[in-house]
């Protein structure tokens, strides 16, 4: 049903679901080989000093095998979930609606508590609501493995920060990555720019040059169709 004054609102939803997804593994893969702390190291002299063939200045972490819990599993959730099983990683999701189960395995729906308790990799992908604002909290991060990450390229304020800074810091997980924090552009006083092991990048997941490409055409597209009498991917 149309608004009062029978004004269409068009969105454009799926421009962004590659390249967001893509981006989670850029962050993931980051967390796991610090590929750019390395290359800093060689530039230092790091390696030549070391005078052998091989060297690394942190754990450097393999995913075959490791659990990838993934919260919302709408189009960027599912697509994550993909990219995930071609790791040889198995997946969880929980979200408040469960349609249709991927097909590949394993793959199990779970509880969000549980979600958090078993998973190696938690990723972000819910919408932001009164019910998911801080759902990443003392209390869950209380349930998280040690050596476990967590990825956030959804919305910020799902994550407490000050709760995720504190948890960092005292070892409670392995790390963070984050595409978004509670206020953009970020502030100097936010606690994760002071966390241990916590990437932050300027909300970029969705900016590749062929998910605006996809963008622009989709809208120019809504406005095409609307002209034609024929309004698309209206929201209203």
Not at 43 to 51: F, L, M, T, V
Not at 57 to 84: D, F, H, Q, S, Y
Not at 172 to 196: F, H, Y
Not at 215 to 225: I, Q
Request: charged letters at 20%; glycine letters at 6%.
């Amino acid at each position: 049903m149309l608004l009062p004054r029978s004004i269409p609102v068009a969105n454009v939803p799926e421009y962004g679901t590659l390249s967001v997804a893509q981006f989670v593994f850029a962050l993931l893969l980051e967390l796991c080989h610090h590929v750019g702390l390395h290359d800093q190291a060689i530039r230092s002299g790091d390696w030549a000093r070391a005078q052998a063939f091989s060297f690394w200045k942190t754990p450097l972490i393999e995913l075959t095998g490791k659990v990838m819990g993934i919260v919302g599993l709408g189009r960027i959730g599912r697509r994550v979930g993909e990219l995930a099983h071609a790791f040889d990683m198995g997946v969880l999701a929980h979200d408040q609606v469960r349609s249709v189960q991927p097909t590949y395995q394993p793959f199990t729906w779970v509880e969000l508590d549980e979600l958090f308790a078993r998973a190696d990799v938690i990723s972000l992908h819910c919408p932001l609501t009164p019910q998911t604002a801080g759902l990443v909290n003392q209390q869950r991060l209380r349930l998280v493995k040690p050596g476990a990450f967590l990825i956030n390229a959804a919305r910020g304020p799902l994550i407490v920060e000050q709760d995720l800074a504190e948890a960092l810091n005292e070892g409670r997980l392995a790390g963070a990555a984050v595409d978004v924090v509670s206020r953009e552009p970020i502030r100097p006083d936010n606690p994760l720019l002071a966390a241990r092991n916590c990437l932050i990048t300027p909300h970029i997941a969705w900016a590749t040059l062929e998910a605006r490409r996809r963008l622009l055409d989709a809208t120019v597209s809504n406005l095409a169709s609307f002209l034609n009498g024929r309004p698309t991917n209206v929201v209203n």
